[in-house]
């Protein structure tokens, strides 16, 4: 081999002032961003100067809020006068449609009163922030968003010796709650950086992620788990299972009586399931591209020489399903047939209606993340858990607060809790690739998006697909999860589940309160909302439908196989305790 002549310099190299600069600026960032989980301060910035240059030009609209806190103000004392008389909350202004203030405790004077001034402010803050002509509109969903952040912040609720139902537990209990609390809260910061702890009954390989499988194949990002069928025959395809990268697989396989794998296995299919890499600064350059070759095109070469001569169903959840999508169309457009169906569990191909989340991606965060992970290697799981929680604050922020560190009352753990506490990192190169290419600039609708060099397109998939999209999704949003409709080709079902991102998914047989629509979706379907109109719910789970989905497509089956064949480990593997 040629090696290339060493260039020698008689002086030391001292890097540009440009280069000098940058570093500074990603050192400035990467301080900033471990105050504020992350988020740029820059780009809220920039919001609100919008919103308060507009607002400062709109006389009408400042004279429409004068006369609203007018308005306010007079409700504001009516409540003064009313709301000591109140024996009912129905005799103060309604406030029982917020859950924050259902507690009877919230009738008596003066909490009432103090609801009352707080659901006024909020009004008026919402007024305030919404429907201001001129305002760039993602910068007024911005400044919608921190108003109520803010706000819900600052609830009576959230407080002491504001909320009744504290200050009854502390007087009756003599305080004992809010020693309980500290404690809480003591725990709390020293398991900080705990997967799921000791003691919470939770445990990878124990009570977690317990499906019997082997690893079949390692390569530097991915462990592939094979787990075979219970039944005497198998169906002929295996399926393939993608999960995001930024999640520990087993959420697919929980404890024993709602593990997906389970069910699927049961139903005499064979599962193959990636379990990805939790990545550390040395993998910072691991890109998109890396993770469809490395992780779904490696692991469909896997399958393929262990079953041969069967074509693969495939999944992917979350973020899984938008990479699975990017390789199904690469493998459409270079007529690789191995792909027998496609099914998106929760997942997106086409951004443009993401939800909230897209609140804190734009250019200025993209850039501030960026400074943040050049200088750590990696998007720590803690700064994408902030965005997360944020987008639901007064369930997974200040409910638990009141509960755990108020009223002293720990709350029961269960496994979905547990896994989503085993938290991920996501390298530098790969993160920044899927919110510019994905988010910023929606290249997958808009085919763009490049593999080995050459764009691929979602219209290129034309095996049949089955999406899943779940009703309370604060993640991807069931709408637009739904846009797949719009862009594939060939068969496709649909899927609306009660639930959430993720409890809409990990829905068993038996799981109370369940339902679920499903139907065929013809052409390239425009409408979500006529579509779930003409269906009725069904009772239970979508897992059932789902298999005889996968069986209906089945080539036939085949004998199990009875030799164990290649295993590197035991299922769960060793990257998932990374």
Same mark, same amino acid.
């Given at each position: 081999?040629?090696?290339?002549?060493?260039?020698?310099?008689?002086?030391?190299?001292?890097?540009?002032?440009?280069?000098?600069?940058?570093?500074?600026?990603?050192?400035?960032?990467?301080?900033?961003?471990?105050?504020?989980g992350?988020?740029?301060?820059?780009?809220?910035?920039?919001?609100?100067?919008?919103?308060?240059?507009?607002?400062?030009?709109?006389?009408?609209?400042?004279?429409?809020l004068?006369?609203?806190? *007018?308005?306010?103000?007079? #409700?504001?004392?009516?409540?003064?006068?009313?709301? %000591?008389?109140? @024996?009912? /909350?129905? $005799?103060? &202004?309604?406030?029982?449609?917020?859950?924050?203030?259902?507690?009877?405790?919230?009738?008596?004077?003066?909490?009432?009163?103090?609801?009352?001034?707080?659901?006024?402010?909020?009004?008026?803050?919402?007024?305030?922030?919404?429907?201001?002509?001129?305002?760039?509109?993602?910068?007024?969903?911005?400044?919608?968003?921190?108003?109520?952040?803010?706000?819900?912040?600052?609830?009576?609720?959230?407080?002491?010796?504001?909320?009744?139902?504290?200050?009854?537990?502390?007087?009756?209990?003599?305080?004992?709650?809010?020693?309980?609390?500290?404690?809480?809260?003591?725990?709390?910061?020293?398991?900080?950086?705990?997967?799921?702890?000791?003691?919470s009954g939770?445990?990878?390989?124990?009570?977690?992620?317990?499906?019997?499988?082997e *690893?079949?194949?390692?390569? #530097?990002?991915?462990?592939?788990?094979?787990?075979? %069928?219970?039944? @005497?025959? /198998?169906? $002929?395809e &295996?399926?393939?299972?993608?999960?995001?990268?930024?999640?520990?697989?087993?959420?697919?396989?929980l404890?024993?009586?709602?593990?997906?794998?389970r069910?699927?296995?049961?139903?005499?299919?064979?599962?193959w399931?990636?379990?990805?890499?939790?990545?550390?600064?040395?993998?910072?350059?691991l890109?998109?591209?890396?993770?469809?070759?490395?992780?779904?095109?490696?692991?469909?070469?896997?399958?393929?020489?262990?079953?041969?001569?069967?074509?693969?169903?495939?999944?992917?959840?979350?973020?899984?399903?938008?990479?699975?999508?990017?390789?199904?169309?690469?493998?459409?457009?270079?007529?690789?047939?191995?792909?027998?169906?496609?099914?998106?569990?929760?997942?997106?191909?086409?951004?443009?209606?993401?939800?909230?989340?897209t609140?804190?991606?734009?250019?200025?965060?993209?850039?501030?993340?960026?400074?943040?992970?050049?200088?750590?290697?990696?998007?720590? $799981?803690e700064?994408?858990?902030?965005?997360?929680?944020?987008?639901r604050?007064?369930?997974?922020?200040?409910s638990?607060?009141?509960?755990?560190?108020?009223?002293?009352?720990?709350?029961?753990?269960?496994?979905l809790?547990?896994?989503?506490?085993?938290?991920?990192r996501?390298?530098?190169?790969?993160?920044?690739?899927?919110?510019?290419?994905?988010?910023?600039?929606?290249?997958?609708?808009?085919?763009?998006?490049?593999?080995?060099?050459?764009?691929?397109?979602?219209?290129?998939?034309?095996?049949?697909?089955?999406?899943?999209?779940t009703?309370?999704?604060?993640?991807?949003?069931?709408?637009?999860?739904?846009?797949?409709?719009?862009?594939a080709?060939?068969?496709?079902?649909?899927?609306?589940?009660?639930?959430?991102?993720?409890?809409?998914?990990?829905?068993?047989?038996?799981?109370?309160?369940?339902?679920?629509r499903?139907?065929?979706?013809?052409?390239?379907?425009?409408?979500?909302?006529?579509?779930?109109?003409?269906?009725?719910?069904?009772?239970?789970?979508?897992?059932?439908?789902?298999?005889?989905?996968?069986?209906?497509?089945?080539?036939?089956?085949?004998?199990?196989?009875?030799?164990?064949?290649?295993?590197?480990?035991?299922?769960?593997?060793?990257?998932?305790?990374?």
């Amino acid at each position: 081999m040629k090696h290339a002549e060493p260039v020698i310099s008689p002086d030391p190299v001292v890097p540009s002032g440009t280069a000098r600069h940058s570093a500074i600026d990603r050192a400035f960032h990467a301080a900033i961003g471990s105050l504020t989980g992350g988020l740029s301060p820059m780009a809220l910035a920039t919001a609100w100067f919008d919103w308060g240059i507009h607002l400062s030009g709109s006389p009408a609209k400042l004279a429409t809020l004068h006369e609203k806190a *007018v308005a306010n103000g007079a #409700r504001a004392w009516q409540a003064a006068v009313i709301c %000591p008389l109140a @024996a009912q /909350v129905d $005799a103060c &202004p309604p406030m029982s449609a917020d859950k924050r203030f259902r507690d009877p405790e919230w009738r008596r004077y003066p909490y009432n009163m103090f609801a009352q001034w707080f659901l006024l402010t909020e009004d008026w803050w919402n007024a305030a922030t919404t429907d201001l002509p001129g305002v760039a509109a993602r910068h007024a969903h911005m400044t919608n968003f921190a108003a109520r952040q803010a706000l819900d912040m600052l609830a009576p609720s959230n407080y002491a010796a504001t909320n009744p139902v504290v200050l009854d537990r502390t007087r009756h209990e003599r305080g004992q709650n809010l020693v309980r609390g500290f404690h809480n809260w003591l725990e709390d910061i020293a398991r900080q950086n705990d997967r799921p702890h000791p003691g919470s009954g939770f445990e990878v390989g124990t009570t977690l992620a317990t499906a019997p499988g082997e *690893v079949v194949f390692r390569n #530097r990002l991915i462990e592939l788990i094979r787990y075979r %069928p219970t039944t @005497a025959r /198998v169906q $002929a395809e &295996p399926l393939l299972i993608v999960p995001a990268w930024i999640m520990k697989y087993y959420i697919l396989d929980l404890s024993a009586q709602n593990s997906l794998v389970r069910f699927l296995v049961d139903q005499g299919i064979e599962v193959w399931m990636i379990s990805w890499l939790n990545p550390q600064a040395e993998d910072a350059d691991l890109g998109m591209e890396d993770y469809v070759t490395l992780g779904v095109f490696a692991a469909l070469d896997v399958i393929a020489a262990a079953v041969p001569g069967q074509r693969i169903h495939t999944a992917g959840y979350c973020l899984g399903g938008t990479l699975l999508s990017i390789a199904a169309a690469k493998l459409a457009r270079e007529n690789d047939a191995r792909i027998a169906s496609v099914t998106l569990l929760a997942a997106q191909v086409d951004f443009t209606e993401a939800g909230e989340i897209t609140l804190f991606i734009d250019e200025s965060q993209v850039a501030f993340l960026e400074d943040i992970m050049a200088d750590q290697g990696y998007l720590d $799981a803690e700064q994408m858990a902030g965005a997360f929680q944020m987008l639901r604050s007064n369930d997974l922020i200040w409910s638990r607060t009141i509960r755990e560190y108020l009223l002293g009352v720990r709350g029961t753990m269960n496994d979905l809790m547990a896994w989503n506490a085993d938290a991920t990192r996501m390298p530098a190169r790969m993160h920044s690739e899927y919110l510019r290419q994905l988010f910023l600039e929606n290249r997958l609708a808009l085919g763009r998006v490049k593999v080995g060099g050459t764009p691929v397109s979602v219209a290129d998939i034309s095996v049949p697909i089955f999406a899943v999209g779940t009703e309370k999704d604060h993640v991807a949003p069931w709408p637009s999860v739904w846009k797949i409709n719009r862009l594939a080709n060939g068969d496709k079902t649909f899927v609306l589940t009660s639930g959430g991102h993720n409890a809409g998914i990990v829905s068993e047989p038996g799981h109370p309160r369940r339902h679920y629509r499903i139907g065929k979706v013809t052409g390239h379907a425009r409408d979500a909302a006529l579509w779930r109109a003409g269906l009725a719910p069904v009772d239970g789970s979508w897992w059932p439908a789902w298999t005889d989905w996968l069986i209906a497509r089945s080539s036939g089956t085949r004998p199990a196989v009875a030799d164990a064949g290649t295993s590197l480990c035991p299922a769960p593997g060793t990257y998932v305790f990374g």
